[in-house]
């Protein structure tokens, strides 16, 4: 389960047995936790985050999509 950056304390990160999906990025605080597709940046879904957060979160996925793309795409070869 590859973290490929912290922000606060926001963990994003993928699972490193989802090579058969679209790219995406998982954001986990505590219990919490989100999934966002990366092309374009979309809620997936989401569990025990408060839509004001899910805003938020969307916003830090959108300016690290660069990043967390490059990441998926490293490390699953594409």
């Known amino acids: 389960m ?4 912290r922000i606060g304390s926001y ?4 699972y490193a047995n989802e090579h058969g999906e679209p ?3 998982h954001v986990q605080r505590e219990r919490m936790l ?5 092309e374009p940046v979309a809620l997936a879904r989401s569990s ?3 839509a004001s957060e899910l805003k938020k ?6 300016a690290h999509q660069a990043t967390f793309v490059e990441a ?3 490390f699953f070869g594409v």
Not at 11 to 14: I, L, T
Not at 57 to 62: A, D, E, K, R, T
């Open 72 to 74: 998926w795409n490293e």
């Open 11 to 14: 963990r994003f990160f993928f």
């Open 34 to 38: 989100a999934k966002f597709w990366l």
């Open 23 to 25: 790219c995406h990025i």
């Open 48 to 50: 025990g985050f408060a």
């Open 2 to 5: 590859p973290t490929v950056l």
């Open 57 to 62: 979160l969307v916003g830090l996925v959108s």
